[in-house]
């Protein structure tokens, strides 16, 4: 993590400090405190720069993944609009794993991989490495976090968990194109989904 303060963070997004204090607040950038003040991660400033929402109320949750999930993806600005329209249709969560424990993650039932590993699984020329991406059901989420000796609050997360309302993820066992193109957006891994773009046509 690359932590700068408060006060940089408001001038790279335009806003009060009190602002990021309340993005901290909602999980919307990440931050630690530090001492009586904040480290705040300069790539979570930037990636909600990039997909901060636009004017007006956002999709609920519901609603987001529908949206996702029927999508027509024809380009990467498709892709980054509905990062953009379906950013709340599950909970980010930055994480650690032990590195030998990857493995185990991906084969259990109570994921659905996303990410770069997903965009492996569909057709896409990539090597799949870290940050992997995953969701998670929320009413599973206590139990794999404890099953698989998640670290929330560790400096260096491998994986990116997306904890997400149960039904969205009802009967799922691998995600549909479009969500994971959405996904490769919304981290800013754009090599990736251009390369499932092409990987698709």
Known sequence: MEAIGVEEAAALLGVSGR????????????AEPFGRAWAVDRGSVYRY????????????????????????IRSLDDADRLAIDGRRRAIRIEARVP?????????????V??????????????DVRPPYQMYVRASDWEAFKHDHRVDVEHSEPNVVF?????????GVRRLPRSVVLVDLVAE????VA????????
């Open 99 to 111: 590195p030998a424990g990857v493995a185990a993650l991906v084969k259990d039932r109570r994921v």
């Open 49 to 72: 720069r990039d997909l901060r929402p636009k004017r007006g109320r956002p999709l609920a949750p519901g609603a987001a993944w529908q949206e996702v999930l029927h999508a027509d």
């Open 162 to 170: 997306r904890v997400a309302p149960d039904e969205a993820l009802e």
């Open 194 to 201: 251009a390369e499932l773009m092409r990987a698709s046509e």
């Open 113 to 126: 991989e996303s990410g770069v590993g997903a965009a492996a699984r569909l057709g896409a020329a990539v």
């Open 188 to 191: 800013r891994d754009n090599r």
């Open 19 to 30: 602002q990021v204090r309340r993005l901290i607040d909602r999980g919307d950038i990440s």
